[in-house]
């Protein structure tokens, strides 16, 4: 609830520039790198893979970001995505522009703080208010951006904003940092991966080499149940797409699908098992990979995702940290380049040369993850907790609790 001491206005009123972006033709890194929704992750600008785009000076003086202009996906092949958003603030000094599948919202800055918008749009109340304004077209998820900008937004004085502002910036740095740790623990076994096996692209340790599908019971890909099964369901099996493969993690997202329980039986193939390898092989997540952990549940697969399950002798952590590799991770990118996204098969993935340490070898790694997963459960715990800290600083910011007029 929003106290109610504070007048609200339309967030259309309160915007200097509201306006989709631009695209062009593919480019290289001489050209402008321009943002997308996979850009924005958690209300955080990510650079990890950014596209550039050729585009003429004129339209990119035009589309160019500044310091506090708030990103909005406005359309994406996900209803989860929709309506995500980040606020931009340049990280090198370049000059960054944003894709046609973005919105940018600029504030009058002298009468409404941008960082206290951005807060409050990633607020519970402005999410429950984004569930009631998105709708399907064209089997894209699109945002009304009409309205989208008739929602009301608090109006506290600007120096109320910019206390709220500053509290809530001030809790999600703390947040930043445990994830910052939690990076350095997966760079950890990255980094001790090399060191115990060495880089794949020149095997300096001299492992046999061996194709995949010499070390593997199978290697094929899920598929959708056809809408006439009527299989989908509020709960029951959990149906994993490439949004649930994260590196290392299989996650419940928040818009999880589910299949009908009574239907497990039908769909052998797409039957999950306990340290089953998960690979995404379509789009932009193309390599992203995770161990199955049995303890999630029963689940079933989509055709985006390729189950690979190792045999005796292969263990499935050392499998995983393989495919992660920069050496695996440029191949994957490189043959699986096709038409209009990355796409690769089961085919490709069977004939993957694979270097072949001792299982002694491999069993010191996965004793090694075992210790690592431990440490990164209790992390995840203090992630948790900050996380619900974090979101009851935003309730109590927005009734008007944590600062005083």
């Avoid at 007048?7 to 033709?25: Q, R, V, Y």
């Avoid at 740095?173 to 994830?179: H, I, L, P």
């Avoid at 098992?273 to 789009?283: A, C, M, P, S, Y």
């Avoid at 992660?324 to 796409?343: H, P, V």
Wanted: proline share 4%; glycine share 6%.
């Amino acid at each position: 609830m929003i106290n109610k001491s504070w007048k609200k206005a339309p967030l259309s009123e309160l915007l200097e520039l509201n306006e989709s972006g631009t695209w062009g033709d593919e480019g290289d890194s001489n050209d402008f790198p321009v943002l997308r929704s996979s850009n924005i992750h958690e209300g955080r600008l990510v650079l990890d893979d950014v596209a550039y785009r050729k585009i003429s000076e004129k339209i990119a003086e035009r589309y160019k970001l500044e310091d506090g202009d708030i990103l909005v996906t406005k359309s994406s092949g996900s209803s989860h995505l929709i309506g995500k958003s980040c606020l931009f603030l340049n990280p090198d000094n370049k000059i960054y522009l944003f894709s046609n599948f973005t919105q940018r919202l600029r504030t009058k800055k002298e009468t409404f703080d941008s960082q206290f918008l951005y807060y409050f749009l990633n607020s519970p109340i402005a999410k429950t208010t984004l569930k009631k304004i998105s709708n399907t077209t064209s089997g894209l998820r699109n945002l009304s951006m009409k309205d989208y900008a008739r929602q009301l937004i608090p109006l506290p004085p600007l120096f109320i904003q910019q206390q709220i502002a500053a509290i809530l910036e001030k809790a999600d740095a703390a947040r930043g940092k445990r994830r910052q740790a939690n990076q350095l623990t997966e760079q950890f076994l990255q980094s001790a991966f090399l060191e115990m096996f060495g880089d794949p692209a020149t095997n300096p340790k001299g492992w046999e080499i061996k194709q995949l599908a010499e070390l593997a019971h199978e290697i094929h890909p899920g598929s959708t149940p056809k809408e006439e099964l009527n299989a989908f369901a509020d709960e029951g099996i959990i149906f994993l797409r490439s949004e649930n493969i994260l590196n290392k993690k299989v996650k419940i997202s928040e818009n999880q699908r589910y299949i009908k329980v009574q239907l497990y039986d039908d769909f052998p193939r797409l039957q999950v098992k306990n340290e089953d390898v998960l690979i995404n092989i379509i789009g932009a997540s193309i390599g992203r990979c995770a161990v199955f952990d049995g303890n999630l549940g029963r689940a079933l697969l989509n055709q985006n995702i390729c189950l690979i399950r190792c045999n005796n002798n292969l263990f499935p952590n050392y499998l995983c940290n393989y495919f992660l590799t920069d050496y695996c991770q440029g191949f994957f990118k490189g043959t699986g380049r096709g038409g209009a996204q990355y796409a690769l098969n089961a085919k490709i993935l069977a004939d993957l040369k694979v270097p072949y340490p001792s299982l002694s070898e491999q069993q010191k790694f996965a004793a090694l993850v075992e210790k690592v997963e431990s440490l990164r459960a209790r992390q995840r715990q203090s992630e948790q907790e900050l996380e619900h800290l974090f979101h009851s600083l935003m309730q109590r910011a927005f009734r008007g609790e944590l600062v005083r007029e």
